[in-house]
């Protein structure tokens, strides 16, 4: 079969210069055309499309509701080829009052709810525009904004709404681009209308009075604002930062002295289902036990109500761990990264994000005073040729029935413009009346006063700003601070300070024993075990580490690789059956193992127990025991060891002991001050005791009026008090140990 022939024009390029070429084109359709709203009105193009279709189909606040199905279909059929359900759920956040500070979507049906529940179909739903949409739109049809061809051109579409209200900052944005993303939270709009005439006034305000005027965000759900003014500033200044939002709460006294919590707001964009659902895990799991239920009786208005453990937990105390562990504390970045008057990318902060819409505002006031006066002056040009009629009107009629053309005999007769002349002659004969012409001039006297008006007004730019205000002023009336859409809904508080919690309030305090075995298999038995021989292991396993200990207490270990992990007590597996392997709860790299374990002791006063860390070949040094603690599971580098070796052992400084005992494996003795050890948060130490070979067998401390003691098999502990002449510096060789000495080479 014969190769078709190539019907169009094929270009030889370079695959990474197609690539760049067409990735950069989509970048920029994306950030224009999808994600970033205008400065100017706020909006999105599916935001602008969807609104422009709902006002060519007439739904008006006033007029009734059509279905969704009806507004999706226009919108993608005219001006937004995208899928039906994009467009959709579009139009469901617009008209979610939970999403929307200021809805710009009245819907009639099952639009979701703050649970996450979905909406219905769009068969089902219908939907009109509200006041506020409604005043975006307004004077569209008067030359207001550019317009430009749809996407087949077949119609026209706005490229910018006029937008007499400022929906940008009072609704907020969202969005992801190609290397960019927005992120604007909603705000009041008694406070922006405050600001936006305060910035008439005064085009160079400081952030700080902005701030005064617009003291942060206000949620559609409500919520306490705790973020430092400081930091308000600073985010405004900028256009980048972020708020700290916390669930509104209430203490309710019941009968008996007891009490519960009412959450009555939640934060911005939390689900409340899902909220709840945390908040019982954390009940069931036990790891928030100060708290004992949680429940919902929301009906319209958000009730959760928490039931505390007792009555002597403090309210605030459970409260702040709830912001730790859940969503009752969220943060919502701020990024006002907006499409400017040019269609460019770019952060704007608060003063220029307000100046943009001022300058949009005075621009649309210029457009339509342009093209109402261009209406008055095409109006008054007709009423002056009816003027012009009535006074000769024998005359016109005679030439109107007797001239086969008439338009350009009445235009020379009279010196009337083409218009005039069709004017007249499209004129009814009940317009003759008398009392026409007295209503034509007293239009004429009125659009005549209206013209000199509007150029006055163009000649004018501080009329023009002074309109301006009134018109935000005007807007400021229609949403006043105590009405439901204008008044204030999140509060602003006050920073919350660190609350130091205890464990204890937060654990249930229990006695329990630790018990690690030999292959690494990890439980803790309620109670404090007194016969060890009862203790049962898994068939070929023996139990190692048996530490009594508390519920509320820490677990550090010590392996081999020189790094410390970190176990709350709480967290172990039961006393039931054989545990878990430890190595499931911590990263214990493959080829290391425990070298100790131990219950961590917290300092008072910054007065923490001291350990001493040793590796195999010889090296150690102090370390304060608070700074190992280790925060994730990956544990702490404490110990550096070098090429081949492995850290040994760890061992706690106890009160009144001066003196360090190092033990080699060739049972060489040496004991040395402890101040010649130095402290350090982490490496590899200095040397303790040289080996000619071998290595570190173990390490003890002692006071040295006291003596060293250690365990002799059957003997038990032993102490020997005559040991000056093991006493030498750090670093030496030592003596071999004295008579009696432990032979498995071990202090313990």
Known sequence: MAKAAPTGDIRDIRLADALSERYLSYALSTIVSRSLPDVRDGLKPVHRRLLYAMRKLKLDPDSGFKKCARVVGDVIGKYHPHGDAAVYDTLVRLAQEFAQRYPLVDGQGNFGNVDGDNAAAMRYTEARLTQVAWTLLEGIDEDAVDFRETYDGEDSEPMVLPSRFPNLLANGSAGIAVGMATSIPPHNIVELCNALNHLIKFPRVTFDKLTELIPGPDFPTGGVLVEPRES???????????????????????????????????PYQVQKSRLIEKIAELVITRKLPILADVRDESTDDVRIILEPKSRT?????????????TELETRFSLNMNVLDANSRPGVMNLRETLQAFLDHRHDVLVRRSKHRLEKIEHRLEILEGFLTAYLNLDQIIKIIRYEDEPKPKLMKAFKLTEVQAEAILNM???????????????????????????????????????????????????????SPLGRRRTVIGQPPTAVVVPLEAMIEREPITVLASEKGWIRAQKGHVEDLSALKYK?????????????????????????????????????????????????????????????????????????????????????????????????????????GEEAQTVVAIEPGHDHLAVLGANRKLLIFPLDELPVMGRGRGVILQRYAKGGLADVTTLNLKEGLTWRSGAQGMRTETDIKKWIGKRSQAGLIVPKGFSRANKFT
């Open 539 to 643: 068939e070929g396993d023996h139990g190692r580490f048996v530490l009594p200990a508390e519920t509320t207490d820490k677990l550090l270990i010590f392996a081999t690789n020189g790094r410390f992990y970190t176990l709350g007590c709480d967290k172990l597996p039961g006393g039931r059956g054989n545990g878990e392997p430890l190595r499931l709860m911590i990263d214990l790299t493959e080829g290391h193992d425990v070298c100790a374990m131990f219950i961590h002791k917290a300092g008072e006063d910054g007065e923490g127990r001291r350990l001493i860390v040793a590796s195999e070949s010889g090296r150690g040094f102090i370390v304060e025991e608070d700074g190992v603690i280790a925060q994730t599971r990956n544990g702490k580098q404490v110990l550096n060891l070098g090429e």
């Open 313 to 325: 937990v403090e309210p605030d105390m459970l409260m702040e761990q709830l912001f730790r562990l």
């Open 428 to 482: 009814r004969l009940r317009q003759l009346r008398k009392l026409e012409e007295q209503d034509i001039k007293s239009e004429h006297a009125n659009l005549t006063k209206e013209g000199k008006e509007l150029r006055s007004l163009l000649r004018d730019p501080k009329r023009r700003w002074k309109v301006v205000g009134d018109e935000i002023a005007e807007i400021k009336k229609t949403f006043p601070a105590k």
């Open 232 to 266: 308000i500033v600073e985010a405004y200044r900028t256009g980048r930062g972020g708020f700290r939002l916390r669930a509104k709460w209430e203490k309710e006294d019941l009968p008996r002295g007891l009490y519960q919590i009412v959450i009555t707001d939640i």
